[in-house]
């Protein structure tokens, strides 16, 4: 029996006991992502896939395309993909192994765990960033001699580092939606699909394409220079559709389900 | 402390629990006993608030559970021994709550050694555990913080005899130390050889509660006659009831020396006359669990 829980007439002391700080709850979320052989082996990817690509668009692209930016648009393209699995897993894995259970009676502020799952991608996806960052100089150096760092600005770090960001929520925001992995997943790879194809047959959808679809909208994320302000206007509004709005509906969803 | 006053909660037209209170005493191992589907997890997670209650209030201590800090240092809770991440292995899975819980991680090996999960067993993944070895899991993961109050869904499902035997002392040392323990079955023997309170629920309500002996200690007579038929004619004609009790007894709820009497004026033989002792929980509990059972029964009989 711990000395800060004797019963006293039966009421819990808690006087002596703080609450779980948020450091904790994301150590214990960044470790859930790297526990599993599942979580392990889409960090092995991200990395392995990251600097395989690099290498692969060195050796194969021409010359004059073998600038930094080039490097870290395709590394980004790569783990555009990757990385929303990882936000979708750390949220569905919780309820298709059912440990909410335990997460949820440890922390019953649900607000809080989610709250840690976020950092705790985030973090990760600003690790994958790094990685992105230094293959592509790396890359920039080894295959185009140093010469593709020509036109670069800091806004250029930070809309790459966006689009990292916008991937792990829209992943963490898919996975909160469905709460079920192959649902989130297949739903998050199969709707850009869908929508390219009703705009290649609506030809009124194309017009409206920057404003409804993600992809279209961020694709001047990938490129140099600064965004106009319609573009940003773009980047914001495709977000709130499809990163907002998921997250707000599976986040109430969340904290209002019951668990079994 | 574990209190529950006026809880309800219904599903659409299904009521899960109707109107529960009751009362888990530190010092004390309560028995939470009902057949399956009678709203035992139900009430466990409402106490522990991954359940809103639609009525009434539960407590811990005094506290609402959202309100404790840290409610692993002082609640363990067991629920369910398979909602655990096949893909972890049980150390792990300990681990992590000791992180959250701000152990040190020597106190995982210490939980692991208690509840004989050792060695190799500890570094298996949970998919490869048997239920018995999931549920020593759980209950070193309810264990882990320390905590004063114990919550345990159906801990001795899926354990040995032996494993119920090492639960029975683990959780009688504990409320010894001044612990509540508050522990669900839907086997009466079970929760015999364990608790010492017991709160029986049927159909989401609490149909009887007290202290074991309290609750096995009834007024009764068994007794067997010659000619059970006539014995049971006999009774009914100075108005005492009489049911079949198996090995073709019958069971009263009048003294035996009534019984007596009746079976003497009618010059009846007997070959057993005695209180009826221990039979009333189990006639309860088979009463709850056997509605279905007597119900299909009916129906066939009338249909002969």
Same mark, same amino acid.
């Given at each position: 029996?711990?000395?800060?829980?004797?019963?006293?007439?039966?009421?819990?002391?808690?006087?002596?006991?703080?609450?779980?700080?948020?450091?904790?709850?994301?150590?214990?979320? %960044?470790?859930?992502?790297?526990?599993?052989?599942?979580?392990?082996?889409?960090?092995?990817?991200?990395?392995?896939?990251?600097?395989?690509?690099?290498?692969?668009?060195?050796?194969?692209?021409?010359?004059?395309?073998?600038?930094?930016?080039?490097?870290?648009?395709?590394?980004?393209?790569?783990?555009?993909?990757?990385?929303? =699995?990882?936000?979708?897993?750390?949220?569905? $894995?919780?309820?298709?192994?059912?440990? *909410?259970?335990?997460?949820?009676?440890?922390?019953?502020?649900?607000?809080?765990?989610?709250?840690?799952?976020? +950092?705790?991608?985030?973090?990760?996806?600003?690790? *994958?960033?790094?990685?992105?960052?230094?293959?592509?100089?790396?890359? !920039?150096?080894?295959?185009?001699?140093?010469?593709?760092?020509?036109?670069?600005?800091?806004?250029?770090?930070?809309?790459?580092?966006?689009?990292?960001?916008?991937? =792990?929520? $829209?992943?963490?925001? +898919?996975?909160? %939606?469905?709460?079920?992995?192959?649902?989130?997943?297949?739903? +998050?790879?199969?709707?850009?699909?869908?929508?390219?194809?009703?705009?290649?047959?609506?030809?009124?959808?194309?017009?409206?394409?920057?404003?409804?679809?993600?992809?279209?909208?961020?694709?001047?994320?990938?490129?140099?220079? !600064?965004?106009?302000?319609?573009?940003?206007?773009?980047?914001?509004?495709? !977000?709130?559709?499809?990163?907002?709005?998921?997250? =707000?509906?599976?986040?109430?969803?969340?904290?209002? *389900?019951?668990?079994? | 402390?574990?209190?529950?006053?006026?809880?309800?909660?219904?599903?659409?037209?299904?009521?899960? @629990?109707?109107?529960?209170?009751?009362?888990?005493?530190?010092?004390?191992?309560?028995?939470?006993?009902?057949?399956?589907?009678?709203?035992?997890?139900?009430?466990? #997670?409402?106490?522990?608030?991954?359940?809103?209650?639609? #009525?009434?209030?539960?407590?811990?201590?005094?506290?609402?559970?959202?309100?404790?800090?840290?409610?692993?240092?002082?609640?363990?809770?067991?629920?369910?021994?398979?909602?655990?991440?096949?893909?972890?292995?049980?150390?792990?899975?300990?681990?992590?709550?000791?992180?959250?819980?701000?152990?040190?991680?020597?106190?995982?090996?210490?939980?692991?050694?208690?509840?004989?999960?050792?060695?190799?067993?500890?570094?298996?993944?949970?998919?490869?555990?048997?239920?018995?070895?999931?549920?020593?899991?759980?209950?070193?993961? &309810?264990?882990?913080?320390?905590?004063?109050?114990?919550?345990?869904?159906?801990? &001795?499902?899926?354990?040995?005899?032996?494993?119920?035997?090492?639960?029975?002392?683990?959780?009688?040392?504990?409320?010894?130390?001044?612990?509540?323990?508050?522990?669900?079955?839907?086997?009466?023997?079970? @929760?015999?050889?364990? &608790?010492?309170?017991?709160?029986?629920?049927?159909?989401?309500?609490? @149909?009887?509660?007290?202290?074991?002996?309290?609750?096995?200690?009834?007024?009764?007579?068994?007794?067997?006659?010659?000619?059970?038929?006539?014995?049971?004619?006999?009774?009914?004609?100075?108005?005492?009831?009489?049911?079949?009790?198996?090995?073709?007894?019958?069971?009263?709820?009048?003294?035996?020396?009534?019984?007596?009497?009746?079976?003497?004026?009618?010059?009846?033989?007997?070959?057993?006359?005695?209180?009826?002792?221990?039979?009333?929980?189990?006639?309860?509990?088979?009463?709850?669990?056997?509605?279905?059972?007597?119900?299909?029964?009916?129906?066939?009989?009338?249909?002969?």
């Amino acid at each position: 029996m711990s000395t800060a829980t004797v019963a006293n007439g039966g009421a819990l002391d808690v006087s002596r006991t703080s609450k779980v700080p948020m450091s904790r709850l994301i150590t214990v979320e %960044l470790r859930k992502m790297v526990d599993t052989r599942a979580g392990l082996w889409v960090l092995i990817t991200i990395g392995v896939v990251t600097l395989l690509g690099v290498a692969i668009f060195g050796l194969a692209a021409s010359d004059g395309e073998k600038t930094f930016n080039n490097f870290m648009g395709f590394t980004g393209g790569i783990q555009g993909l990757l990385l929303p =699995v990882l936000g979708i897993l750390l949220v569905t $894995q919780e309820w298709g192994q059912r440990t *909410a259970m335990v997460t949820f009676t440890l922390e019953p502020h649900r607000g809080k765990v989610i709250a840690a799952k976020i +950092y705790a991608s985030l973090l990760i996806g600003f690790a *994958a960033f790094l990685v992105a960052v230094g293959g592509a100089a790396l890359a !920039a150096v080894v295959f185009g001699g140093g010469s593709g760092f020509d036109d670069l600005i800091a806004v250029d770090f930070l809309k790459f580092g966006l689009l990292q960001a916008s991937g =792990v929520l $829209q992943g963490l925001a +898919y996975g909160l %939606l469905f709460l079920n992995s192959a649902v989130a997943i297949v739903t +998050y790879l199969v709707l850009p699909l869908v929508f390219s194809i009703i705009s290649s047959v609506v030809p009124a959808m194309q017009d409206a394409a920057p404003w409804v679809d993600l992809g279209t909208a961020q694709t001047p994320l990938f490129n140099l220079g !600064a965004l106009s302000g319609e573009e940003w206007a773009h980047v914001l509004v495709t !977000a709130l559709i499809w990163i907002v709005v998921p997250f =707000v509906v599976g986040l109430w969803r969340v904290l209002r *389900a019951e668990l079994k | 402390m574990i209190k529950l006053e006026g809880v309800t909660k219904t599903y659409g037209d299904f009521t899960a @629990v109707s109107d529960v209170s009751f009362v888990a005493q530190p010092g004390r191992v309560t028995g939470f006993l009902g057949p399956n589907g009678a709203g035992k997890s139900t009430s466990m #997670r409402i106490m522990v608030g991954l359940t809103p209650p639609d #009525r009434g209030t539960s407590t811990i201590g005094g506290l609402k559970y959202h309100d404790i800090p840290n409610p692993g240092r002082h609640v363990g809770v067991l629920l369910d021994a398979s909602a655990q991440h096949a893909g972890r292995t049980g150390r792990e899975v300990l681990t992590l709550s000791a992180l959250t819980m701000g152990l040190p991680v020597s106190r995982v090996e210490e939980m692991l050694t208690l509840v004989g999960l050792t060695g190799p067993e500890a570094k298996r993944r949970v998919r490869n555990y048997s239920l018995g070895m999931r549920q020593r899991l759980g209950i070193a993961n &309810a264990l882990l913080g320390d905590p004063s109050v114990l919550i345990l869904d159906e801990p &001795a499902n899926g354990l040995d005899p032996a494993g119920i035997h090492w639960m029975r002392s683990l959780l009688r040392g504990y409320a010894e130390r001044g612990g509540t323990v508050l522990l669900s079955s839907h086997l009466l023997h079970e @929760v015999e050889m364990i &608790a010492d309170e017991l709160v029986l629920i049927g159909h989401g309500r609490i @149909v009887a509660q007290g202290t074991k002996a309290e609750l096995l200690q009834t007024a009764g007579t068994f007794v067997k006659a010659e000619y059970p038929d006539k014995l049971a004619a006999a009774l009914a004609e100075v108005g005492l009831k009489a049911l079949p009790s198996g090995d073709g007894g019958l069971r009263t709820e009048s003294e035996p020396i009534e019984v007596g009497r009746v079976a003497a004026a009618a010059g009846l033989v007997l070959s057993e006359l005695r209180p009826a002792e221990g039979a009333g929980l189990e006639e309860l509990f088979l009463e709850l669990t056997g509605d279905t059972a007597r119900e299909s029964v009916t129906v066939e009989g009338v249909q002969a």
